[in-house]
């Protein structure tokens, strides 16, 4: 049996991943504020045991209880693999470094970072007892190294995902790599993230006009191509701590 977590599967790229992963011998665990109904449909259909934690990332307080409450599910004995997929993230806000609300940069860090690095905190420590494989995704972004005006949060938090990543894969290379971890970087996508950055304001993000022509000229990715794209990367053999780009492989 392969067991999957997957953070923020209730839309765009993690409703995708989950979509992809909808096999027989595979039992998902998504982690989401809000249920996603048509996931389940499709679940049923295809007979995965498909199973909803409901969590709000951007509270890390809950997320050690979040992981107790997955792996108090998980079967370790009949378990071959174990894939956490940290998918869960947040743009905003799109504020140059001045005009951003203070309770909007704490979300930011929590949901994109602080949780992620916390959810490979606690996920380890249950792998230090059990014998099967194990593989970290972190989803990244390009803007980890390019400063984008209006994304100083974004940025920042993708760049220390990043190295959290990387120090990953240190660290388990000198311990005989227990865990596999991988950052993957999905390139843009027809998310509503990419939504939410064209309702910008142009005073805030001054790259505007290009995102409305990613849009326009139909240069966006599917989600679900992206999926399928990183479940074929997740089926070979994986670089401990590296950070993969979609630009590889299309």
């Known amino acids: 049996m392969n067991y999957y977590i997957v953070t923020g599967a209730s839309r765009g790229l993690g409703e995708a991943i ?23 449909e499709a679940a049923l259909e295809n007979q995965t045991d498909l199973q909803f934690i409901e969590c709000d990332l951007t509270n890390v307080a809950q997320i050690n209880a979040v992981i107790e409450s997955v792996f108090a599910k998980i079967d370790v004995f009949k378990a071959a693999k174990i894939t956490l997929v940290n998918n869960a993230g947040m743009v905003e806000p799109i504020k140059i470094v001045g005009d ?5 940069i704490i979300a930011n860090v929590q949901l994109n970072l602080l949780a992620p690095m916390l959810l490979c905190e606690f996920f380890m420590k249950k792998m230090k007892d059990i014998p099967c494989e194990a593989v970290i995704v972190n989803i990244t972004s390009g803007a ?26 240190v660290e388990q290379s000198e311990r005989n790599n227990k865990v596999t971890a991988i950052a993957f970087s999905p390139g843009i ?48 053999s994986l670089e401990n701590g590296r950070v993969y780009d979609i630009k590889e492989y299309v």
């Open 144 to 169: 980890a190294n390019r400063p984008t005006s209006g994304w100083s949060a974004y940025c920042s938090t993708k760049a220390g995902l990043n190295m959290f990543t990387n120090t990953i894969g």
């Open 100 to 104: 951003a609300e203070e309770n909007d």
């Open 18 to 40: 989950v979509s992809e992963l909808l096999e027989k011998d595979n039992t998902i665990f998504y982690l989401s504020r809000t249920k996603n109904h048509s996931l389940e």
């Open 189 to 236: 996508m027809d998310t509503q993230m990419q939504g939410t950055i064209r309702s910008a304001g142009k005073e805030n993000f001054s790259s505007l006009e290009q995102f409305k022509d990613y849009h326009e000229k139909g240069l966006l990715r599917s989600p679900k191509f992206v999926a399928n794209v990183l479940i074929q990367l997740l089926s070979g």
